[in-house]
């Protein structure tokens, strides 16, 4: 490839850089994606240990386009990965695009050529592109996170981070399986590796509140029936808070009905499964305290109930929620609680009895040391910023991205950054990402990057940039927004606390609804915020 000159570069081959490739070409546009993997896919390409599972019910999470969901089956109500990455295929059959997509390439750095308003992208292939925009996608967790554990790399066996996965698999029948982490990926993998393992230890730090998940597995005929309401209900994610199509909490407070009232919809929500306990309950349970508490109450009792032993009871739903109810991401669970009444299962609380270290044999505790065979790093992603600024971006004034956000995530929208002309990025840092599913955001918030890079290219323009101030001003709607929720109260990685040394600040925009509305507006008052022209202003 070398030398190619083309007009939009879109870095991930995930949902959001594939709409973005077929929108974009659809409008004329020559297009070139990039991708680090061998196919598509994004998270389901690397995210591919046992268990990977999509937490979002059909049909939220999937596009919108008939011509794409006529065809195609789901055979789950939560589809695996190996089903998404077929999703995936039957993708690249109908919008033809791995055409223009460049597999096992990884952008390296991008400089932006103020005299030709272009950036310059180089990849780890020895590759230079030239592209009048770029459009990163890189997806919330394209960056792993692995903790600093002293004597990590003395380990003996085998050890994989779960978003690093083996593509060849590894091999967990009649092994000693240890796992560090107990989020999403944890409670997934934890499900597969117990009935397998010689036996399985968890090393968990914060119970993880998860959910009932209420998996149910469609024939072709209940596909069909779903279908007919397809049209319905893929629209209505746009004008959904959630931005799923069926999930809506009551418009009243939890502390203003009856208990009786209140139990019927906790109860309700319960049975229905997936995200509908965490967010289509009450309208204040995750705003205010009192209301939080009641809802974590009633997911106490009945988790509790599933668990055989007292003592692990209390370690993975304690009397004292560990963090309010839903500030972390929950997870979906379909028999994490009754993998602890296995005898070949053991639950270690490493805040009791914190990890010293990685041993060449296993993991050695202030109690005592657990060998193992496999040791699995289910503990999470640097979310967002870290895959953004693995790449070396420089922007006007040979600025860094590291640098602009060195205190913090400095965003017009979530999309443009001051300093960094013709570069949109989506599913990114202060924006919905994390509060509305990859397919859905992809087209949501993707239709207002084609329309605006439509919009610069058909006025005769050749840059858009955000000002200053108008980064300033959204950073402060992101503050106010932090204090109005309780996700503050929650080390999680939607507010950077997962990592060490990370800025603690709200990384995703809770309410999609109100995000697009606010886009829209910018939009239609001339890219309020957005400097738009033809030469270089500085
Ligand atoms: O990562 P996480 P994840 N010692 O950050 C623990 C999506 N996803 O990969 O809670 C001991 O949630 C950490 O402990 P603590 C989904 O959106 C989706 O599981 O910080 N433990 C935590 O338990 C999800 O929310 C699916 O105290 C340590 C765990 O590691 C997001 O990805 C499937 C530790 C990390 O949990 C991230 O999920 C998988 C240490 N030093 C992922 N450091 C679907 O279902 C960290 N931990 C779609």
Known sequence: MHGVETDVVVIGAGFNGLYQLHRLREEGFRVLLVEAGSRLGGIWFWNCYPGARVDSHVPNYEFSMESVWREWNWSERFPGYAELRKYFDHLDAKLDLSRDIRF???????????????????????????????????????????????????????????????????????????????????????????????HLTIFQRTPNLALPMRQIRYDAAAQE???????????????????????????????????????????????????????????????????????????????RARINDPDVARKLAPDVAPHPFGSKRPSLEQNYYEVFN????????????????????????????????????????????????????????????SNLWRNGVVTHLGMAMPGFPNLLMLYGPQSPTAFCNGPTCAELQGEWVVECLRHVR?????????????????????????????????????????????????????????????????????????????????
């Open 104 to 198: 096992n390439t990884c952008v390296k750095s991008a400089a932006f050529d103020g005299a030709a308003n272009q950036w310059r992208i180089s990849t780890d292939t020895g590759d230079e592109i030239q592209a009048r925009f770029v459009v990163p996608c890189l997806g919330f967790a394209s960056k792993a996170f692995v903790p600093n554990l002293p004597g990590l790399e003395s380990f003996a066996g085998e050890c994989h981070h779960t978003g690093l996965w083996p593509q060849s698999g590894v091999e967990l029948a009649g092994k000693r399986v240890g796992v560090i982490g107990t989020g999403a990926s944890g409670v997934q993998v934890i499900q597969e590796a117990a009935p397998l393992a010689s």
């Open 225 to 303: 029936e779903l279908k007919a309401k397809y049209p319905e209900m893929l629209a209505r994610r746009a004008i959904s808070a959630t931005s799923y199509h069926d999930i809506q909490a009551e418009p009243r407070s939890a502390l203003d009905v009856t208990p009786d009232e209140r139990h019927r919809r906790f109860e309700w929500a319960w049975q229905e499964g997936g995200f509908h306990f965490w967010a289509g309950t009450f309208n204040d349970v995750l705003s205010n305290k009192n209301a939080n508490a009641l809802a974590y109450a009633f997911w106490r009792n009945r988790t």
């Open 342 to 401: 296995q005898p070949n299962v053991t639950l270690v609380d490493v805040k009791e009895t914190p990890i010293e270290r990685i041993t060449p044999h296993g993991v050695l505790t202030s109690e005592s040391e657990t060998e193992l065979d496999v040791l699995v790093l289910a503990t999470g992603f640097d979310a967002s910023t870290g895959g953004i600024t693995a790449i070396d971006w420089h922007g006007t004034e040979d600025t860094s991205l």
């Open 458 to 538: 058909d006025s005769g323009y050749t840059r858009i940039e955000a000002t200053p101030q108008a980064a300033r001003v959204w950073g402060e709607h992101m503050r106010e927004e932090f204090a109005d929720s309780l996700l503050h109260l929650a080390d999680s990685w939607y507010v950077g606390a997962n990592v060490p040394g990370k800025q603690r600040e709200l990384l995703y925009y809770a309410n999609t609804q109100k995000y697009l509305k606010l886009c829209r507006d910018v939009a239609t008052n001339g890219y309020r915020g957005f400097q738009i022209g033809r030469g270089s202003w500085r």
